[in-house]
């Protein structure tokens, strides 16, 4: 029956389930509404979320007047996704467009739109327009950013789809593409896909696509391309909108302001990037001011559109020390906007962002609707105070939580005014917007100082990092060692503060980073990304040389040697790099990039090569800047062992320069490079962050995609496809993704684009190709030290002979590989060329940029040797291996867990080539190092080598030993892992195969030393027993029961004393047939008490002269001895 609408006097035309989507935005999902029509008294279209609200008469959600209203049919369907695996569907989908808004509609089928679209034309004046498939992407007239829509809902997963290829398109594509997508919409089409896993394909870097932008606009003549950057938008405007938005609003949840956010955060960054580009380009003419400088005042200012631009300092006139300084209070003004943002609070913020370009920095800005006259609320450093209780307020509340200490500071006439952050800090109010605009938050961290025996060596630009002040367990007080006054005892207090912090973060924060390091939690593979890391943790930078002083490891201490000096080649360069702009200034030069080219070229040789100059440019340029820096003594024999190519990859970052990306380049040479190698100039950016932690709820995959689409829209629209070492691991996320499930043909499709996506020269292209070699050999992957549970579940199914259905080696089980019903026994494993290619490719690239005294170089190594073991070509496994472990001896000392674990894993590859006094003197060895780091801390793989170690035993023959190692295995595995843990379940069930070894086919006596391995025996098998029956699949674990039921009886009857064999002999000769009833009834009671108590139980029984206890003891003897069970 179905239900109708109350009676309310309307007569209902149709009704029925709709799928309906808010707005078009590529976040937007499509959920099923229940729409009701109605003709009469008037025409109106009721939307519903659930059938019941229209029975009951309630609102409804939406109401539609369907009058004057136009119908808008798309010519195609849409594939709905229900979820990120499951079956996607067609659904056909219409538009209907009223005075005020469109509304996003889809019929469930072709013909159910029809009907829907039908029925609205009869009982209204509404018109139908046919919308022909979307236009496939436009050209470069497109603007540069991409426009968001305003109406959003909320994720729904990925969908996937194969696009069929035929014809002459089948030569043009690599492979069928999977689209990957977000909703209905896709995050990367099947042509962008398919042109970024094409093979070779040749994509261009950022700058080149700027560039080729900048050239075609120049030539144009065309209004819009002058403008398709469109700086004239309301970025300040459209920006609070979104930041503002109430997380607990469910149809603006935060995860739809993440990407909302970052559209603009990449439209405003890609804008700024190319305009700056543009000022900078141009500053070395002098006789060309550009329109939109704003005036020629120092620093220079410049306004496009709505963004104002401003460099960061007076570079011309302005010594080395104060640029720096300028420079510092742009990156701290940075750290406070992200820092307030990430508080959730409603103050507004600058959408702000900084531009490095050829040795300069602009700081861009979106126009805010602020002036100094009617907006001012707070500002100290006036010459008039401006003094505001709400703004006070505010102040405090923002202060709180990034837990800074509220504090007095002194004004002229002794007034005193209480506040959290510093009192350089401006506070500003919109009356349009109502809203309270933080500025000048430049000063707001405290300053990083130990010492306060010498003033004068305090340099105020040092501030402690968000980060660490906001986990700190006391609040710090910003205005410490400002130009502010406050009382002389409290300031001492405050001051002692700081240097208990800064001691704090020495000796605490950064030994345990130190550790992570040192303990491989962290892995550095280049400059970009370890920064992001000390940052993340609370530590500045300048501590380089404090981590390269407290790590263990050669190869930390030098990639942080290698970052400390490519930071002070940057300071070198890039004042360098200026004056010789200003020098071309002066003169009034028009062309100036072949005499920029030559200096980068000279440096970089200087630097990299073998130069004669070498020596006394580090004595003269470099040695004092890292000593300043980092308050290091670094010599010019330590920059004389500093790996040449790595140092050579951190400079082209921080310096902002393109090379061409090669592996072939010879520092041996005094010149390495030439100038046809020199790319170009690039343009960094840092700008506003947002907050997406959301991401962490989702699903692997859902977050994979989430990442993806959040990276692309922070990219900017038309710098999506370009060259990124960025884009490229989160490609290459997707791709390790699928691999790990099975899916290798997407693994393909995306590690191929992660590769062509990477530069050539870089440590991400070995991981990239790390992970290709996976997945060409189809993800088969062999693990000594993890184990999967799953293996050791199909081993307990499988039956098997022996005693509890043992196989007579019972190792550790290893992973399995992941492999399609499809390949299932049709594919044999190989290590084929194309393996060893992605193999011999990832070494080379691994020598050239972090070289082979990296430990991701052992990494590279362990893959291939695992892929050989795989395919069981074991001995070249093994030899692989042990060059593993040699290097492991060199890069990371006898006495590191990961050493231990190669010198396991080569006692494993041993055992298999059965060279069993070598893999035992292995596992010894591993053990042995695992507990000089710390027996408890590793307990968990000295059980687990324990274990294996008894395997090795066993096999040798020498039981005795092997069941010492294997109760050791027990002990420590019950300690670390509990008792119904698997790992501990394996080990129970070794011990007890190893207890019985020796009296499998015993018919003596049993002696006290054999009934002690039997109760052993019987103990273990119980544990196991028990845990089988705990499992959520118990009713799928029927053979291995009924085979560890056998086994349990079967050792019980050995128990046996003189007089209960006697009856067990006479039960076994009786041929008597029992009741079903009663074999059922004993059945359920082996199966849920155990078989040792229930056989426990018809012992008393037996004493105590039941005779319905000899029937149960016939049936348990049928049960264990019988391949069929008799009954009546």
Not at 120 to 131: F, G, H, L, M
Not at 757 to 764: A, D, F, Q
Request: include cysteine.
């Amino acid at each position: 029956m179905i239900s109708t609408p109350a009676n309310t006097g309307r007569r209902v035309a149709k009704q029925g389930w709709v799928y309906k989507k808010g707005g078009n935005h590529f976040l937007s999902k499509w959920r099923l509404k229940w729409f009701v029509l109605f003709d009469k008294p008037k025409v109106e279209l009721h939307i519903y979320d659930k059938r019941d609200h229209a029975v009951q008469s309630c609102h409804p959600k939406h109401l539609i007047n369907p009058e004057n209203t136009i119908i808008e049919i798309p010519n195609d369907t849409i594939n709905l996704s229900k979820g990120i695996l499951r079956k996607t569907e067609k659904i056909s989908p219409f538009i209907i467009i009223t005075k005020n808004k469109r509304y996003y509609f889809a019929g469930q089928t072709k013909s159910d739109r029809e009907d829907w679209i039908k029925i609205i034309q009869q009982t209204s004046s509404a018109q139908t327009v046919v919308k022909s498939g979307k236009s496939k992407g436009g050209g470069d007239e497109d603007e540069l950013y991409s426009v968001y829509s305003e109406d959003t809902t909320s994720i729904s997963g990925s969908a996937y789809a194969q696009s069929s290829i035929s014809g002459n398109e089948a030569d043009n594509a690599y492979t069928s593409v999977s689209v990957l997508s977000i909703g209905d919409a896709s995050i990367l089409t099947s042509d962008e896909l398919n042109h970024l896993n094409a093979p070779n394909a040749q994509l261009v870097t950022a700058t080149q696509r700027l560039e080729d932008f900048k050239r075609k606009n120049e030539l144009s003549n065309n209004p819009k391309t002058k403008d398709f950057l469109n700086p004239g938008d309301k970025w300040n405007e459209k920006y609070q909108n979104i930041i503002s938005l109430n997380e607990e609003d469910k149809d603006n949840t935060f995860l739809q302001m993440n990407i909302r956010i970052y559209e603009l955060i990449g439209a405003f960054q890609e804008a700024s990037q190319y305009y700056g580009r543009k000022i900078i380009d141009e500053l070395h003419s002098s006789n060309k001011h550009d329109q939109q400088q704003a005036d020629v005042s120092s620093p220079r200012k410049y306004l496009y559109g709505e963004i104002f631009f401003q460099f960061a300092t007076d570079y011309e006139n302005e010594d080395s020390n104060v640029i720096n300084a300028e420079l510092s209070k742009t990156n701290q003004e940075l750290k406070a906007i992200n820092a307030i943002n990430k508080l959730k609070s409603d103050v507004c913020t600058s959408l702000f962002c900084l531009v490095d370009y050829k040795g300069f920095r602009l700081v861009a800005c979106a126009l805010m609707p602020l002036d100094e006259k009617n907006s001012l609320l707070f500002d100290l450093t006036a010459d008039e105070y401006k003094i505001d209780n709400n703004a006070i307020f505010k102040i405090s509340e923002i202060g709180n939580k990034l837990n800074l200490k509220d504090h007095q500071v002194i004004l002229d006439d002794s007034q005193r005014i209480t506040i959290n952050l510093s009192g350089t800090v401006e506070v500003y109010f919109s009356q349009p917007t109502s809203r309270f605009y933080f500025l000048n938050l430049c000063d707001i961290f405290p300053v990083d100082c130990d010492n306060l025996e010498d003033p004068e060596t305090i340099n105020v630009q040092n501030r402690l990092r968000p980060e660490f002040i906001k986990t700190y367990k006391t609040q710090l007080c910003s205005d410490v060692f400002s130009e502010f006054q406050m009382n002389g005892k409290e300031l001492d207090g405050y001051e002692a503060d700081l240097v208990e912090a800064s001691g704090y973060l020495k000796d605490v924060v950064i030994p345990q980073f130190v550790k992570q390091l040192d303990n491989l939690q962290i892995i550095p593979l280049d400059s970009e990304e370890f920064t992001q890391t000390m940052h993340e943790n609370g530590i500045n930078v300048r501590y380089l040389s404090l981590i390269a002083k407290l790590t263990k490891l050669p190869y930390i201490r030098d990639f942080c040697y290698t970052e400390m000096v490519a930071r002070a080649c940057k300071t070198v360069f890039n004042d360098k790099l200026r004056k010789i702009v200003y020098h071309f200034k002066s003169i009034e030069a028009s062309k100036i990039d072949e005499e920029i080219q030559a200096f980068i070229i000279n440096l970089f040789q200087t630097v990299l090569g073998n130069s004669p100059k070498a020596k006394a440019f580090w004595k003269e340029n470099i040695e004092s800047i890292v000593n300043k820096k980092f308050d290091s003594k670094l010599d010019y024999t330590a920059f004389q062992n500093i790996h040449k190519p790595m140092l050579f990859i951190s400079m082209q970052y921080h310096c902002g320069v393109l090379f061409e990306d090669r592996i072939d380049y010879d520092f041996k040479l005094q010149q390495p490079f030439t100038k046809e190698n020199f790319i170009g100039f690039v343009s960094k950016t840092k700008t506003v962050n947002a907050n997406f932690d959301i991401a962490e709820r989702l699903s692997v995959e859902e977050k994979e995609v989430y990442d993806l689409g959040i990276h692309f829209s922070s990219l900017g629209h038309k710098l999506k496809l370009t060259k990124n070492n960025r884009t490229a691991i989160r490609f290459l996320g997707l791709a390790k993704y699928y691999n790990s499930i099975g899916k290798y043909d997407e693994a393909q499709i995306y590690g191929n684009s992660a590769l062509n996506l990477v530069n050539k020269n870089h440590s991400y292209c070995a991981l990239i190709l790390e992970c290709l070699m996976e997945t060409y050999f189809m993800h088969s992957s062999f693990v000594d030290i993890e184990n999967n549970e799953d293996d050791f579940e199909k081993e307990n199914n499988g039956g098997g002979g022996g005693e509890g259905g043992e196989s007579p080696q019972d190792q550790e089980p290893d992973h399995t590989s992941t492999v399609t019903d499809k390949d299932k026994g049709l594919r044999k494993y190989d290590v084929d060329d194309t393996v060893l290619e992605f193999y011999n490719q990832a070494i080379n690239v691994i020598k050239f940029h972090l070289s082979e005294d990296h430990l991701y170089y052992i990494n590279i190594l362990s893959k291939l040797s695992e892929l050989y073991i795989k395919c069981e070509e074991y001995e070249k496994g093994y030899e692989i291996q042990k060059e593993c472990l040699d290097y492991s001896y060199k890069l990371l000392g006898k006495n590191h867990h990961l050493t231990g674990k190669h010198v396991s894993k080569l006692g494993n590859y041993l055992l298999t080539l059965k060279r069993m006094d070598e893999a035992i003197q292995k596992y010894l060895e591993a053990i042995e190092i695992f507990e000089s780091l710390g027996a408890d801390k590793n307990i968990e793989v000295i059980a687990i080598t324990h274990h294996t170690l008894a395997d090795a035993y066993f096999q040798k023959d020498d039981v005795d030993t092997a069941i010492v190692h294997s109760m050791e295995a027990r002990k420590l595995k019950e300690k670390c892992f509990g008792q119904y843990h698997h790992q501990t379940i394996n080990t129970y069930r070794q011990l007890a195969k190893l207890v019985l070894a020796n009296y499998t086919n015993y018919q003596g006596v049993i002696t006290p030393q054999i009934k002690k391995s039997i109760l052993i025996a019987i103990s273990c098998y119980e544990r196991v027993f028990k845990y089988l029956k705990s499992r959520k699949d118990f009713g799928k674990q029927n053979v291995a029961l009924l085979t560890l039921i056998r086994t349990l009886i079967g050792l019980k009857f050995k128990l046996f004393n003189t007089r209960q064999r006697e009856v067990l002999r006479s039960v076994r000769q009786s041929d008597k047939v029992y009741s079903q009833e009663s074999v059922k009834d004993v059945i359920l009671k082996l199966v849920h008490l155990t078989p040792v108590i229930v056989i426990d139980e018809i012992l008393q029984k037996l004493e105590d002269n039941d005779e319905n206890s000899i029937n149960e003891l016939g049936i348990i003897v049928q049960i264990a001895e019988s391949d069929d069970i008799t009954f009546a």
